[in-house]
Every structure is written in C-alpha cells, then in structure tokens.
C-alpha cells in the first residue's frame, strides 16, 4: 500500500543532543511537510518542501532544521533539542499543484531528557 | 499567525445520535480540511473542501465549506463507537501552509 512511514516511532534523546527524525513516501507526492504536535494541541506546521524548493514557517526556530535529498525522503534535524521540543512529529505530504490534500505519517513522538 | 476556533472543544454523546462541529476563523481560506485523529496516530483526511459554499458528503459525514470563506462544519450522522478521537479542521492558504484548529474531541458512549 502507498504510505507515509515514520522512522522511528518513538525517540528519546538528551539536552542538547542533537537529533533527526526520519519521513519516507511511496505516493509520489510533491509536496514534504513537517508538523509539530504538542500534546493536547493541534499540529503546528514547521515548513514543507514542494520538490527541492524549501519553505520555512515564519515562527519556526532555527534549531530546527530539514533535508529532502530525493522525492522519497524528509529529514527533521533538531540541532539542539530543548525540555520544550518534546512532541509529537508528524511527517505528511500531498500532490501539489491545487490538490491540498494531505496524507500524514504515524508521527514521532519525541522525549527530551 | 492565523487563528481557527473549533467548537466545540469536547462532545459526549449517545452511540446513534448525530454530531455537529464547526471552525471559525478571522481569515478567508482557499480550502477548508476535516481530519480525525486517533492517539498516538497521524492526523487521516476525512473531507476536502475547494470552493466557497460546497458541502461534500463521505459516508455518514458532511461537511461544507462557509460562503465567507471564514468557517467550515462537520457533521457525523448515526454515530457509532469508532467515531471516537479528535476532529481537527484545517484551513489552507498561501502556498501549501496550513493551519489547524483547536480540534473537538468526541465520545460515544454504546
């Protein structure tokens, strides 16, 4: 079945450690997104990437950063993770194009220690 | 950055009865989405919506993009035990940016 895969489902990592989480698709959708999900809250829309092109959310920290080095594959790259950056992390992609339709990953949830 | 209020926050109803929620905003949206969520899970689409006054039907569930383009509603008709979690509305605009609202968390008691 085309799918959205989250790698891993749970991660635990240190202060200050940095750390990345990773997002494969088989839909062959243009469009890579990254959420943020605290608990209890709504996901917060961290950037995409529509192909190679990047787009950064205005309020996004810079200690997060993303890589797409192909169609298939988004990376999420904490630099230095805070008590704070604990949360859910929810990889989702669409087609593009006028077609707003997402499709999300089983998310990550990540603990700071 | 933008706002949706979802309401409202929480439902408790009886299995069979029809359920109704809407999402309210300040901003005009081009597309107005409806997920459900169960815990420990993504988000899964439940309805998408493109045009100012369409109402969609997926099953047991409507929903209808608001003419002011500021508002979106879900219904659930005939619930049953599995329509239980967490609705969220999600509003797009821009290009691909997407908020999400504060979402409705739903029980059916059987």
């Known amino acids: 079945d085309a799918m959205v895969i989250q790698n891993p489902r749970y991660q635990v990592t240190q202060f200050g450690k940095p750390v990345t989480l990773s997002c494969s698709q088989t839909?062959?959708?243009?469009?890579m997104y990254w959420y943020q999900q605290k608990s209890s809250q709504a996901p917060k829309l961290l950037f995409h990437y529509y192909d190679k092109d990047f787009n950064n959310e205005a309020d996004t920290p810079d200690n997060f950063q993303s890589r797409r080095p192909n169609t298939s594959f988004c990376f999420l790259d904490i630099r230095s993770p805070g008590l704070g950056d604990a949360a859910m992390y929810l990889c989702a992609t669409s087609r593009g194009g006028e077609d707003y339709e997402q499709y999300f990953g089983p998310g990550t949830r990540l603990t700071v220690t | 950055g933008q706002q949706l209020n979802q309401s409202p926050q929480s439902m408790f109803i009886q299995e069979g009865e029809d359920v109704s929620m809407n999402c309210t905003s300040s901003s005009i949206f081009n597309t107005w989405l409806w997920y459900k969520q169960d815990p420990g899970e993504g988000p899964v689409l439940l309805i998408a919506?493109?045009?100012?006054?369409e109402l969609t039907s997926n099953g047991r569930l409507t929903a209808q993009f608001g003419i002011t383009r500021k508002d979106s509603f879900l219904n659930i008709s005939a619930s049953i035990p599995s329509d239980v979690g967490i609705y969220f509305c999600a509003g797009q605009w821009g290009s691909n940016q997407f908020y999400f609202g504060t979402g409705t968390s739903l029980t059916v008691i059987p």
């Open positions: 839909l062959n959708h243009n469009v």
């Open positions: 919506l493109y045009k100012a006054g």
